[in-house]
């Protein structure tokens, strides 16, 4: 497939080796604008792997990567988050002993003319009008990041990638070790994303309910490629389920050959 514009994200044929093991054997995949992608598949399918190269944490042994019909080689996370690619992991990266705000601006604190002093002032208003328009909703700005539940903690680590223009957002496991009512509040937030459609997401998750519910397309990955590649509306929880069960069925048999 050739690379388009229609495309935010686009993979051709990326390979990953560690060594003698290879992780990803040739991932072709696209993200189109304002896509939401679903990304499954059984523990060392590759998925991880995949999001540490599209993020530039780690560089493709080979393949191509492109962004906006562009080629582009991501030397750095750094290089990636400049290009609109943010990534938000299972472990948040916030400090819990700041409050919301701070962790909306750490590393990216703004600061008073002519004296370089912090603009606290200005920073809560510009944090409390990025969560009131994401409908993201917390006890205040002000609150510090330890005593959110994990739902908000998570909505609070979209919502800093997001405000920092992000035009490609990967999410790995955002509602990994939540409750529904928690689970509940991220899948919001990522269809009030959906619904403005700025933003291009990949989500990396185990229920396939959930999948289902927010993703406009499914990939489920299988040794290292993309073994299935269809509209979440034309797949099924079932579906989804039995071929990740056929897949440990032939582990097994394999192993005890």
Known sequence: MSATAAD???????????????????????????????????????????????????????????????EVRLRSVTHARSLGIETVYQDLALIPELTVYQNMFLNRELTGRPLPLLNHREMKLRAEACLREMGVRIPSVNTEVAKLSGGQRQSIAIARSVYSQAKVLLLDEPLAAMGAKEGALILGLIRNLKAKGDVSMIVIAHNYAQVLEVCDRVNLLEHGTVALDKPARETSVEELTELVVREYRAAAQGGHR
């Open 8 to 70: 935010a994200i686009r993979t051709e044929d990326i390979v990953k080796r560690f060594g003698a093991v290879t992780a990803l054997a040739g991932v072709t995949m696209h993200l189109a604008k304002g896509e939401v992608l679903g990304l499954i598949g059984d523990n060392g399918a590759g998925k991880s792997t995949l999001v540490k190269i599209l993020c530039g944490f780690l560089q493709p042994t080979e393949g191509r990567i492109y962004l906006d019909g562009r």
